[in-house]
């Protein structure tokens, strides 16, 4: 009898391991993403051919083991990518031993991405903050906004003065992201720096509208790209990134044209000194300049982050000329009676009016506040003019607030 039982139990801890070997198996398969719960060890898919636009981005990261195949044989390149697979794309990519011990209420310590969302949450670029409820959606397709906030903040864990970039733009009143959902809407404004970071830094880009869609979701076949330029990003500081350095440098002091063009500050302020302070435009209004914008047009082609902003390479006097800068003043001004665009401008002291309007191309793509023709009395106006401003040794450009206070740029001789 004794050897009959022993038999018996035998025969059930075979039964109970086929049993648990099955489930090991089944679970993966029935998981939502087979892709990252059975990674297939492929550099090439059959729905990626050698024509396809993402080709040697998808091989790379492929090859890189970052982003793998499904077992079907194909990489699925125009399937959204969801919280739990990009967790898990940028945690291979860290390879940190790291783990946090947050417990969200959808995420169990079993979820196939639970430890890639843990290093994430240690690394810093999955914040807990972004996620109500305590709820992480690991199955939620990745907004273009949210995947902006993970990629700086895994620049900010790689190089702190990443981190002080989103600070910086984040605090300031005066930072300004040349995309129209800037003036236009449709962005959630905490998301403004990170998405600064990722335009600065050449990780993310618009599209052919200019828009930056950061409602929008990202395709399989875009991550690969973004993943391979991430890592050529963390290599680099900041300082690397001309337009991660104009927009630190509006943020700062609400100009990007120490970084952007042959102007240097010598003897006294630049714009900080007078932003916001009023300018009296006799027997006009008052005025005060908030912003002033230059794109460099003296090559041969326009260059810096907000050239597509405000500059179309239009009629004279916008086009490209190796003698001037283009330079976008924002203004608010407050008239003390009825008066055109053309009477402020008549007799004002420079760098306080213009009678030069933006392209209505750009103003119609990017919703660029633009002057009335009449300004009224009592109202108060905030918008955007252009001037031109020589590119010449010796070339000083100024203007005085009514206490006295001054900006002042010149090309040094």
């Keep these: ?44 898919f059959k729905d990626v051919p050698k024509s396809h636009w993402a080709y040697k981005s998808i091989k790379q990261v492929a090859e890189k083991g970052l982003v793998t195949g499904y077992e079907d044989g194909t990489y699925k390149p125009s399937a959204q990518v969801t919280r739990a697979e990009f967790a898990t794309f940028l945690a291979r990519v860290f390879e940190s031993n790291e783990r946090a011990t947050v417990s969200f209420n959808d995420v169990s310590d079993t979820h196939w991405a639970n430890e890639a969302i843990q290093e994430g949450l240690a690394v810093g670029f999955i914040q807990t903050s972004d996620y109500a409820n305590n709820k992480f959606e690991p199955n939620k397709p990745m907004t273009r906004g949210e995947m902006s906030r993970w990629l700086a903040n895994g620049l900010a864990h790689a190089n702190a003065d990443y981190g002080k970039a989103i600070e910086e733009m984040a605090n300031s009143s005066l930072t300004l992201i040349p995309i129209p959902e800037f003036y236009g809407g449709g962005v959630n404004k905490k998301d403004l720096p990170y998405i600064g970071v990722a335009l600065g830094t050449g990780l993310l880009s618009g599209y052919e509208d200019f828009t930056f869609k950061p409602n929008g979701n990202t395709t399989r076949a875009e991550v690969a790209t973004i993943l391979i330029r991430f890592m050529d990003v ?53 005025a005060t300049i908030e912003r002033a914008i230059v794109v460099d047009t003296t090559g041969s082609k326009a260059q810096g982050i907000y050239k597509d902003m405000f500059f179309n ?34 007799g004002a002291l420079e760098g306080y009016s213009s009678t030069f309007i933006i392209d209505k191309d750009k103003i119609d793509q990017f919703k660029i506040p633009t002057p009335e023709n009449i300004f009224k009395k009592g109202e108060k106006y905030r918008y955007w003019v252009s001037n031109l401003i020589n590119n010449s040794s010796g070339t000083i450009i100024k203007g005085r607030t009514d206490d006295n206070s001054l900006y002042y740029y010149e090309i040094p001789q």
Excluded at 255 to 284: A, C, D, P, R
Excluded at 315 to 332: G, I, M, Q, R, S
């Design 1 to 44: 009898m004794l050897h009959k039982k022993s038999s018996n139990n035998n025969l059930m801890i075979k039964a109970l391991a086929t049993s648990v070997m099955t489930a090991a198996i089944v679970i993966p398969i029935a998981t939502e993403n087979v892709q990252a719960a059975a990674p297939v060890s492929k550099t090439t």
């Design 234 to 286: 963390m290599k680099k500081t900041p300082s690397n990134f001309t337009g991660l350095k104009e927009l630190r440098e509006v943020a700062g002091t609400g100009t990007n044209i120490l970084t952007i063009s042959n102007f240097k500050k010598t003897k006294y302020t630049g714009y900080e000194g007078v932003l916001g302070k009023t300018h009296t435009h006799m027997n006009k209004g008052v």
């Design 313 to 346: 390479g239009g009629a004279e006097p916008y086009k490209l000329n190796k003698d001037v800068y283009l330079v976008f003043h924002e203004y608010t001004l407050a008239p003390i009676r009825d008066v055109s665009l053309n009477g402020i401008a008549d």
